[in-house]
């Protein structure tokens, strides 16, 4: 039994008065679900002698006055800061950088509603810092990290904004003509698919209550109403209506927040399902369509498929004293390696992974990013140790792109 299915067998217990769910149980599962995967990238012929470097040079100045991303420096190297978390300064291996993270709470509305409220710590490529704002309810970063797609207060947000991330401004908006709560860049970033909702999918309603322990609280309203794909240049859209679906008992998806990602290549866009095949690809013309083979055996890890799309991220395959995680052929969903790590978060190229890791003797609420290697036991240090289990406890929750 998957998540989705857990939540939604707990909730109709809950509705029913059946069964009673520990404080803090709401927020953790119907937290916000953001598919952040590093943007595709492109194959590399081999792999560099890796570097770990404690500081990240001010970007040079090119021709004229145009700055070099910070990101793009040391760009064969990884740089690591295993002393900050969350981060103050670049990390990024191979073709792979943090692009952002961000941290979120639950803040109680004036009307009883309680919103999930991200802090976002985004990457400034003049400087090689992270930069904490609570200006946008949503964002995306392209690849290259030179701009982020972003969504202000409130959502759902009628444009789109596209952010430089060397001068910190927004270049231009992007009107759209359905209200917008999720954006995600299409590997090419010429392209963005904006997930369509009629509320605000990080908002509980307090007029849409669910019980916790036996008391009423606010509680999610799913109400996703399609997609738009939407053409970077020049702005325009198409929309498509693909409301969340129902099961067999009128259920909609416990998750107010269910966006859309972009396929490998590109062509398709998908929904995530509560039960096999666990994804729904539409065609950009909003038609259903069948799983893409080479995805055929893409789960829930992050990383999904190496940028060659020959290697697949798998789940977790440790035990109490270890931590290891598999490392499948997509089409066959057979087991290739078994590599250290806890959840694989980002392919660097086609034999290096970013990935989540726990330090030995403690739990999964005290991990740390690390770059893995595919044959290689040994794990390089990236960021230092999340501690706690929720926003207040420092967990933040990373954001990739290509540099």
Same mark, same amino acid.
Do not use: C
């Given at each position: 039994?998957?998540? #989705? ?24 599962? +119907? ?33 004229? #006055? ?48 309680? +919103? ?17 704002? &609570? ?19 409130? +959502? ?31 590997? #090419?970033? &010429? ?60 259920? !909609?998806?416990?998750? !107010?927040?269910?966006?859309? #990602? ?11 399902? !509560? ?45 109490? &004293? ?46 740390? +990013? ?6 290689? &036991? ?26």
């Amino acid at each position: 039994m998957n998540v #989705d299915e857990l939540v939604r067998d707990a909730l109709r217990e809950t509705a029913a008065d059946a069964v009673s769910v520990p404080a803090g149980f709401t927020d953790r599962v +119907l937290a916000v679900r953001r598919r952040r995967r590093t943007r595709r990238i492109v194959a590399t012929a081999g792999i560099t002698a890796a570097v770990v470097a404690v500081a990240v040079a001010v970007p040079l100045l090119g021709d004229g #006055d145009e700055v070099r991303p910070a990101s793009r420096m040391n760009s064969s190297a990884i740089i690591g800061h295993p002393d900050q978390s969350p981060p103050r300064d670049l990390i990024a291996a191979g073709d792979s950088v943090l692009a952002a993270f961000y941290v979120t709470e639950t803040v109680k509305q004036d009307n009883g509603d309680t +919103l999930r409220t991200p802090t976002y710590g985004l990457l400034n490529q003049k400087t090689g810092k992270y930069e904490k704002t &609570k200006k946008w309810a949503f964002l995306d970063v392209a690849p290259g990290a030179r701009t982020a797609a972003v969504l202000e207060q409130e +959502l759902p947000a009628k444009r789109i904004g596209l952010l430089d991330l060397i001068t910190g401004k927004v270049d231009r908006w992007i009107k759209v003509d359905h209200g917008v709560g999720g954006v995600a860049f299409s590997p #090419d970033g &010429k392209k963005l698919v904006a997930t369509t909702y009629a509320k605000n999918p990080d908002r509980n309603y307090v007029d849409h209550p669910m019980k916790v322990n036996g008391k009423r609280q606010p509680g999610p309203f799913p109400s996703r109403t399609g997609f738009s794909v939407v053409d970077v240049a020049s702005g325009e859209s198409d929309w498509h209506e693909v409301p969340q679906p129902e099961d067999e008992f009128g259920f !909609s998806s416990m998750n !107010s927040r269910d966006d859309f #990602d972009w396929s490998h290549d590109g062509s398709l866009v998908f929904a995530s399902l !509560s039960s096999e095949p666990y994804r729904q690809y539409y065609d950009l013309n909003g038609d259903e369509t069948g799983v893409p083979v080479d995805e055929k055996h893409v789960g829930h890890p992050e990383a999904g498929l190496s940028p060659d799309g020959k290697l697949v991220a798998g789940d977790f395959a440790g035990g109490v &004293k270890t931590t290891a995680t598999e490392i499948n052929d997509p089409r066959t969903g057979k087991r290739l390696y078994k590599i250290p790590g806890q959840q694989l978060l980002a392919w660097a190229d086609n034999k290096r992974l970013i990935a989540w890791d726990i330090a030995p003797g403690t739990n999964e609420f005290h991990n740390r +990013l690390v770059l893995v290697t595919i044959g290689n &036991k040994k794990t390089v240090p990236l960021s230092g140790f999340r501690q706690g289990n929720d926003g207040a406890g420092g967990r933040w929750v990373p954001i990739f792109a290509t540099r």
